[in-house]
């Protein structure tokens, strides 16, 4: 694959989250529902090291919701709370303070033991490109500040937003990078509009969500193109389907390109219904099941 992060970049990022960290008492690490791992920042638990961490799934509308609560218990057996959500309708957003306090609870009891008094809890937002942070923030203050500090060469000081009594939340959220030097993470990457395009091919991201709906979803594929079975050989099935949806150049031949573009665009805007892609850790592996 010829995709080029920058290391700098990534390095920068690296050192803001790592420096803000310093302030918060929880991180909010958001991960994509239909990708929760391909969606993570692969050295995420070195950066946040100790720190107290919930993962916030998001976009739990576009994700398969039986495996949506796979993967809460997936984190949880691995150590960590998570929670579904949906930032955009302001779904879920409600227990995030009250697992918040859970969390942080022994935390807390050990300050007023000393004769601290509470004060508010501090965190803040992590999460890679596209993943829903500023639309969490602005959910979360019900005003559309968020994207105000993302100004180039506007420095601006850390700003606070009250959440309710008990919570702050640091206005700008940490930005950590996807890594896909596997190249099924790149595919669902793209496939969920995380990244660009212009990054990937077109067709092999078509062909790679046509070979998985094939093996996860065939009764969603088929009632989507009106078709009686899945040709075994694809190039048959981009002709039906391309027939199917008018995806034709002159003279009635099948168009690649557009066809690929509106499988593409036909699972990013949910049009088989919510899926979830990350399914290897979950199944073992195992490619077998289908509806
Ligand atoms: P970021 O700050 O992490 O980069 O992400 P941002 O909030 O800008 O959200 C990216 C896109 O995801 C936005 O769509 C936003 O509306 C959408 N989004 C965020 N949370 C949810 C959710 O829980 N469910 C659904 N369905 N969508 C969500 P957009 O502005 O239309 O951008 P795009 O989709 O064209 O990239």
Known sequence: MTIQWFPGHMAKARRQVTEKLKLVDIVFELVDARIPISSRNPMIDEIIQQKSRLILINKADMADPVRTKQWVAYFENQGIRALPINADKGVGLKEIQRVTMEILKEKWDRMIAKGIRPRAVRAMI??????GKSTLINRLVKKNIAKTGNTPGVTKAQQWIK????????????????????QQVGYRLALTGAIKDTLLNLQDISMYALKFLEAYYPERLM?????????????????A???????????????????????????????????????????????????
Do not use: C
């Not at 009632?223 to 002709?239: A, M, N, Q």
């Not at 099948?254 to 199944?283: H, Y």
């Open 163 to 182: 959440v309710g009594k008990e919570m702050e939340l640091l206005d700008t959220p940490g930005i950590l990078w996807p890594k896909f030097e596997d």
């Open 126 to 131: 992590v999460g890679i490109p596209n993943v």
């Open 241 to 291: 389907i391309g027939r199917r949806r008018g995806t034709l150049m002159a003279g009635g031949v099948v168009d690649f390109d557009k066809t690929a573009d509106l499988i593409v665009r036909d699972v990013r805007n949910v049009q088989f219904g919510p899926l979830t892609f990350d399914l290897d850790v979950l199944d073992d592996g195992d490619h077998e099941e289908k509806e």
């Open 223 to 239: 009632s989507r193109y009106d078709l009686t079975e899945i040709p075994e050989d694809v190039v048959e099935l981009y002709e």
